[in-house]
């Protein structure tokens, strides 16, 4: 069972005072609610651009049959994808790897 | 009459499709002729899961086999994630939106898409590292757990509710629509199975039979895309060419002159009805993308794979798989356009589908792969059905089980036996409920169900989740109540909106005018925590306060993480 009030050990700690935590922690962080931001702000503008310039997104590219909204809603599907690879190459890879080498380090 | 009144609502039910009157999914229904190719796909599917089941139920011994299936990887988990996200309505539902109006399906499949980058940012690794079995662990992580645990399972059984009952209506209506059986059978079927995948096979059965629906609707999907692309020489161009010339063709048929018919059939490449009001676009969009990280069977899921590293690549496979199974059906709506729109065996003298309107990928399958491929992309569309309330009565039985007898009851000191016998009677009584609520709400409007149960996932967990991790100061009463108010809110606002005061109550107008409540009730949901927790003076918010940074840094760190197979 998960004991919410029991003492931080002292190798908890010392991660939290060692300021490569504090500026791990910090830089994930900004990554997470930059990404998140981006996500809102794009998502409202697709929605916003639907509601207020319908003759814009129905409008053609080079002249085919191919409309701009096509192309928007398939980039938004990838674009969702890719924000999401974007987040877990860097959160698994360089952020894990800083805190793997900080706890082993702070463990020893 | 009456049941194509019962196939309308239990469509949009299932869609949740409420923002847009043009959305609205409707036409005759006549029940099908039993088809006995789809029944026999079906019992395969039924035999292979329930074989499963038997695997895995001699591994459920304890809660934890119970609640996480013994871990599975984040791979898998991103499949099972998809496979409890798809429905059968997005899949049959927006792939007929297109077959009507064109591009409008779209914008309903990237709404349902944009949520989980959200999850991702914000809240995954944080609640895979605190949490056990159900999302109460980690919002109750550091408070007085009686208060937070209780309100998470009310959300829980709510959100599951009617959530729940939207999918078992669908059920009995497509059931009519594709094998030709009784409203009734369904119902008993579909309630039964799920009792018996969750109560003898717990999550290791429940993953895995997500798992399969998930494939077999994805191989499904893309051999059906396949078909529509060789007929169109695999160009894109060339598909939405055809769609175009396609719909032209019936709008001069139907009358119009060439001007009208020319910039009717051009119409579909762009964005109709769907949206036209602004605020109620963004309020439902923001339902639906918030709502996703808020749904408690979704949550639940973090809780089978050991880290964090695997809580992200879970959500990154589920995003491929969910974006990759929405870029499908909007083809398909294409496809159906161009190859079944003038064949009499699918459509009428008067341009209507035969066997209902949202029949367009079925015909689409028959006119692919004939009988056998129907039969089969029928048996997908109820396995579909399946997977979805098994993970629904998971997370319900759990709430039940972890954390009102095990936590709230007994104080965290519960015996794992009963635990583990408490959540199997919850299993039993979620099933009889879900039968009982399908017949009740047979004939009932359930169409604001699932928009509902977002809505009320968005206002109340996420909220509640997004203060607990990240803010320090937010304390049990901020937590307790202002969910509370943030659901309370999100529920009252719906009554009072279009879809249940002008829709089931028969008002002439609204209340509220928007169709979600979203964009009011998830910040009122916030402000409440803020402004409660700040006045919060009780002995309790100090300790709450205190429990922050020993949270944050597991939750950062995943020191003392519970992984699912360590025992």
């Known amino acids: ?108 | 009459m009456i049941r194509r009144l019962m196939l309308t609502t239990g469509l949009t039910a299932l869609l949740g499709w409420t923002t847009g009157a043009s959305a609205e999914i409707t036409g005759a229904i006549t029940q099908q002729p039993t088809n006995w190719t789809a029944i026999a796909m079906f019992g395969g599917f039924v035999a292979i899961t329930l074989w499963i089941t038997g695997m895995a139920a001699r591994r459920t011994r304890t809660v934890s086999d119970f609640y996480t299936g013994g871990g599975i990887t984040g791979f898998q988990n991103g499949l099972a994630m998809a496979g409890d996200y798809c429905s059968a309505a997005s899949f049959l539902g927006i792939t007929s939106q297109i077959f009507n109006d064109g591009y409008d399906g779209l914008i309903y499949a990237i709404g349902f898409l944009v949520g989980w980058p959200i999850v991702l940012f914000l809240i995954a690794e944080k609640l895979r590292n605190l949490g056990r079995f159900t999302f109460a662990d980690v919002a109750s992580y550091r408070f007085l757990q009686g208060p937070v645990r209780s309100f998470s399972a009310v959300s829980t059984l709510l959100v599951v509710a009617f959530y729940l009952i939207a999918q078992m209506v669908g059920a009995g209506q497509l059931i009519q629509l594709l094998f030709g059986l009784p409203y009734l059978y369904a119902i008993v079927a579909v309630g039964g199975l799920m009792m018996v995948y969750v109560l003898f096979g717990g999550m290791r059965a429940t993953s895995w039979v997500q798992i399969i629906k998930a494939v077999m609707l994805l191989c499904g999907a893309t051999f059906l895309v396949l078909g529509v692309m060789a007929h169109v020489g695999f160009s894109f161009e060339a598909l939405f060419a055809r769609a175009v010339a396609v719909k032209t063709r019936v709008a001069l048929e139907s009358g119009l002159p060439p001007g009208e018919a020319a910039a009717k059939g051009r119409a579909i490449m762009g964005p109709g009805g769907f949206i036209k009001d602004p605020i109620s676009a963004l309020s439902f969009g923001f339902a639906l993308m918030l709502g996703t990280a808020g749904l408690p069977h979704i949550l639940m899921r973090f809780f089978t794979v050991p880290d964090a590293r695997e809580a992200r690549k879970s959500i990154l496979w589920a995003t491929v798989w969910i974006g990759y199974f929405y870029a499908l059906t909007f083809i398909l709506g294409f496809g159906a356009i161009v190859m079944i729109s003038f064949n009499p065996e699918y459509v009428d003298a008067a341009g209507a589908l035969r066997g209902g309107n949202n029949m367009a990928v079925m015909h689409l399958a028959h006119a692919t792969g004939g009988n056998l491929f129907l039969g089969f992309i029928s048996a997908v569309a109820f396995a579909t059905i399946l997977a979805v309330v098994a993970g629904l009565t998971l997370s319900a039985a759990s709430a039940i089980s972890h954390d009102i007898y095990a936590s709230v009851i007994h104080k965290g000191a519960a015996d794992p036996v009963k635990e583990l016998r408490v959540s199997r009677i919850t299993t039993i009584l979620l099933g009889i409920a879900a039968i009982l609520l399908g017949i009740v709400f047979q004939k009932q409007n359930v169409a604001f169900m699932v928009s509902l149960a977002f809505a009320l996932a968005a206002s109340g967990n996420f909220p509640v989740l997004v203060m607990s991790l990240l803010w320090k100061g937010c304390t049990t009463k901020g937590a307790a109540w202002g969910g509370a108010i943030g659901l309370l809110s999100a529920f009252v606002l719906t009554v009072l909106s279009p879809v249940i005061w002008v829709a089931v109550f028969h008002f002439d107008q609204a209340v509220f005018p928007y169709s979600s409540p979203a964009l009011f009730s998830v910040p009122a949901a916030f402000l409440a925590i803020w402004a409660i927790s700040v006045t919060d003076r009780s002995p309790r918010s100090a300790i709450d306060k205190a429990g922050y940074p020993e949270q944050r840094l597991r939750s950062e760190t995943g020191i003392g993480v519970h992984s699912p197979a360590a025992h």
């Open chain 1, 1 to 108: 069972m998960i004991a919410p009030s029991h003492p931080a050990s002292a190798l908890e700690a010392r991660i939290a005072a060692d300021p490569r935590y504090v500026a791990l922690v910090r830089d994930r962080q900004r990554f997470s609610w930059t990404l998140t931001a981006i996500t809102v702000i794009v998502y409202s503008s697709f929605i916003s651009l639907i509601a207020f310039d319908k003759p814009f997104m129905a409008r053609s590219i080079g002249g085919g049959t191919t409309s701009i909204a096509v192309v928007l809603g398939a980039a938004m599907l990838i674009g969702t994808i890719a924000i999401c690879a974007v987040y877990v190459r860097r959160a698994n890879g360089e952020y894990d790897a800083r805190l793997a080498a900080l706890l082993a380090e702070l463990a020893a």
